[in-house]
């Protein structure tokens, strides 16, 4: 059973573009809520993250919205650039515990 | 400050043999997790350690073990090597346990 659901699986977006990728959890143990950018050949890289009690985080050109009633989260990148063209992956850590769940990703592919 | 590294990069083993891969954490984070990579399934967690200790487990068979070094340093084996074991194997590090940097892989082909 999947823990963390992820959509779409790819998006292409327009530079300048917003891009917004979505993610739904079930268990409610869950505690922190980061998002991963992965290159080709690379290792993910720490993009943002969030708790369970703010709705909203941002970081430069990135959003993370949490809707913890909804269970659901989502990235949102502002004014998308060519060079965010990169996989995400949105991940869930149960409370106390160092286990990560990981959604399946989302291609993202900004045209310029 | 020097990121994780892993060692080896890329690796060919035939189907029955097995495999040590080698993870070195960011200066002064003792928590040290293994994660399996493939098309497929995407990113599983396979265990974590944290001080020598195997502090948490993913759902992988037996043939996955890792131990964990007083430096740090961690290593993962995989025996008796089966064709589905072909994936990527990240490794990362942390000093809370919240914020996870990750290594950038070993690319494991068995053949």
């Known amino acids: 059973q999947q823990q963390v659901k992820q959509s779409p699986q790819s998006l292409i977006v327009q530079k300048g573009g917003i891009s917004i990728i979505n993610c739904a959890y079930e268990n409610t143990a869950f505690d922190y809520f980061p998002w991963y950018q992965q290159f080709p050949g690379k290792g993910p890289a720490l993009l943002i993250a969030i708790r369970p009690d703010v709705s909203e985080k941002k970081e430069g050109r990135f959003t993370i919205s949490f809707n913890k009633s909804a269970k659901q989260f989502s990235l949102h990148i502002m004014d998308s650039q060519p060079g965010d063209s990169a996989t995400y992956f949105c991940?869930?850590?149960?409370?106390?515990?160092?286990?990560?769940?990981f959604g399946s990703g989302t291609k993202l592919n900004v045209k310029p | 400050k020097a990121g994780v590294t892993q060692t080896p990069r890329y690796l060919i083993k035939t189907r029955g043999q097995q495999v040590t891969l080698s993870c070195s954490p960011i200066s002064g984070h003792r928590s040290v997790s293994w994660y399996q990579q493939t098309p497929g399934q995407g990113l599983q967690f396979l265990f974590e350690y944290f001080s020598e200790t195997q502090r948490n487990k993913g759902n992988f068979p037996g043939r996955f073990s890792g131990r964990q070094f007083s430096n740090s340093r961690s290593e993962m084996n995989v025996s008796t090597l089966e064709l589905g074991d072909s994936a990527l194997y990240l490794c990362?590090?942390?000093?809370?346990?919240?914020?996870?940097?990750f290594g950038p892989g070993t690319r494991l082909t068995v053949t």
């Open positions: 990362a590090s942390s000093l809370t346990g919240s914020e996870q940097y």
């Open positions: 991940a869930a850590r149960r409370d106390n515990f160092n286990k990560f769940y």
